[in-house]
């Protein structure tokens, strides 16, 4: 069975889109079939992986808005990639008054999920059509956080729309696959809330070790390019892979 994963918090800052890029460098490392899908209009996950979205004909929002076959870009880093970028922001207006609009992602990554192990879908910081679209079409929900105050706080509306998606029977077999404390900033606050979220999720998921806030990870990204093979030796690996080994007994 494939795993769908969305990287999701409707905070921004929290890191999702090097998470996205660098979990699935880690999963192919360990041999799995990989397909990353960029869901934000901002098209960060595009970029990192070294395309340029205004020169992009097909994204994911023709398979969205269209119902186009997916425009999968194959044997980036290892893994397969569908770009995105800012046509992808019709989609509110577009799909206001569509019928059966939140399963348009799953409809459309349907035809092959069974070529992959696992999906990572990139969301959007926001919970708007994107996010639900994408959290619909997943088995999983793995949720990023940074370890202040604010981005705790909104951990509990992130989970009552989690519930609530279940209750509705729109994605009523959504799990959530782990918090990832990111960007990490080892000062009182930080750890205050990292034993907060530990506390939160106890028994629901489990709450990974804190990720540092690194500057490599953004000069990885700007050479287009995941941490294991900017830095094959950088601390913070360890952390991926740990996470990564999580995701293989989901």
Same mark, same amino acid.
């Given at each position: 069975m494939t795993n769908v994963i969305s990287l999701f918090n409707q905070a921004g800052g929290t890191g999702k889109t090097t998470l996205a890029m660098n979990l699935g460098y880690s999963l192919a490392q360990r %041999?799995?079939? *990989?397909?990353? *899908?960029d869901m934000d209009p901002q098209s960060s996950l595009t970029v990192f992986m070294g395309l340029q979205p205004h020169e992009l004909?097909?994204?994911? #929002?023709?398979?969205?808005? +269209?119902?186009?076959?997916? !425009?999968i870009l194959h044997s980036i880093h290892q893994m397969d990639l569908v770009p995105s970028n800012l046509t992808l922001s019709a989609a509110d207006v577009r799909l206001a008054t569509?019928? #059966?609009?939140?399963t348009r992602l799953k409809k459309a990554l349907a035809p092959v999920e069974q070529n992959f &192990? /696992? *999906?990572?879908? +990139?969301? !959007?910081?926001?919970l708007g059509v994107l996010s639900i679209l994408s959290l619909v079409a997943s088995t999983?929900?793995?949720? !990023?956080?940074?370890?202040?105050?604010?981005? /705790? $706080? %909104?951990? +509990?509306?992130l989970l009552g729309t989690i519930n609530e998606l279940q209750q509705e029977g729109v994605a009523s077999d959504l799990k959530v696959? %782990? $918090?990832?404390?990111?960007?990490h900033d080892r000062t009182a606050q930080g750890k205050e809330i990292l034993q907060a979220v530990t506390e939160q999720f106890s028994g629901v998921a489990p709450v990974f070790l804190p990720i540092p806030r690194a500057v490599a990870f953004a000069d990885a990204s700007m050479q287009h390019l995941p941490? %294991?093979?900017? &830095?094959?030796?950088? !601390? #913070?690996?360890? $952390?991926?892979? #740990? *996470?990564?080994?999580s995701l293989e007994s989901l």
């Open positions: %041999g799995h079939r *990989v397909l990353l *899908v004909e097909n994204t994911i #929002a023709q398979s969205i808005l +269209d119902r186009a076959p997916l !425009p569509a019928i #059966a609009k939140e &192990d /696992f *999906v990572l879908i +990139d969301c !959007p910081p926001t999983h929900i793995l949720i !990023p956080m940074q370890t202040q105050y604010k981005s /705790f $706080v %909104g951990l +509990d509306l696959a %782990g $918090v990832i404390p990111n960007l941490l %294991g093979l900017y &830095d094959p030796k950088h !601390p #913070a690996l360890a $952390v991926l892979t #740990a *996470v990564t080994q």
